[in-house]
C-alpha cells in the first residue's frame, strides 16, 4: 500500500498580493511532489462545525450579526487561484475556515499532515503593523504552536536602509 501523497498547506487572503504566495507555494508542492492546499480562514467568525464536504459552520465573533452562516470558500478568490495554478502541473483545493488563522491554519496542517506552511507576510505599513499587534502574526504562532516548518513569503521587503514600517509617517 502506498503512503498518501504529501500536501503543501497556504494561508491564502483576497488581496492584490495573494498571487505571488500562491506561486511560491506551489513551487513547493512542485519541487516535493506534493498536492497544494489552499487555505482561507475568515477570523470574524469561529468555527462552530466542520462538514464532511469541508464547509464549516461559523459563528461571529460580532454578536450582533445573525448566529450561524456556513464558510464557502470565496468564488474571486477561488477564480484567481485557478488563474495561477490550472497551467502548472501541481493538484490543488481549498479549504474554507473560521476563527483565529494561526490555531486554525495549524490545525488544518495537523489535519493533512503537511509538509510545511507556506505564508504571505503583512502589508508593510502602518496599518499592517497595527492589524499584527491586535491580532498576532500568524507566523509567529505558527513557529510556535504546531511541529511543521513555516515558510513566510516576503510580500513588501525593506530594501537596505530603507525606513521600517513603524518608523514611516503615514
Known amino acids: 500500500m502506498s503512503s498518501p501523497k504529501p500536501q503543501v498547506l497556504v494561508g491564502v487572503a483576497i488581496g492584490n498580493t495573494f498571487a505571488a504566495v500562491i506561486e511560491e507555494a506551489a513551487a513547493f508542492a512542485e519541487h516535493f511532489g506534493a498536492d497544494l492546499v489552499c487555505a482561507n ?5 469561529e468555527k462552530v462545525e466542520e462538514r464532511p464536504d469541508g464547509s464549516v459552520v461559523s459563528a461571529p465573533i460580532n454578536p450582533d450579526l445573525p448566529f450561524e452562516k456556513t464558510e464557502v470558500f470565496d ?19 481549498v479549504r474554507a475556515l473560521a476563527g483565529g488563522p494561526g490555531q486554525e491554519l495549524a490545525r488544518l496542517a495537523g489535519e493533512l499532515d503537511a509538509i510545511m506552511i507556506v505564508v504571505g507576510t503583512r502589508e508593510s505599513s502602518v496599518r499592517g503593523e497595527v492589524e499584527k499587534f491586535l491580532n ?8 510556535h504552536h504546531q511541529r511543521r516548518p513555516v515558510v513566510m513569503v516576503p510580500l513588501h521587503p525593506v530594501i537596505d536602509d530603507a525606513d521600517l514600517p513603524w518608523k514611516r509617517e503615514e
Open 136 to 143: 498576532g502574526s500568524v507566523a509567529v504562532h505558527l513557529a
Open 75 to 93: 468564488p474571486r478568490l477561488r477564480a484567481g487561484i485557478a488563474e495561477i495554478l490550472d497551467p502548472r502541473p501541481v493538484k490543488w483545493s
Open 41 to 45: 480562514v475568515d477570523d470574524s467568525s
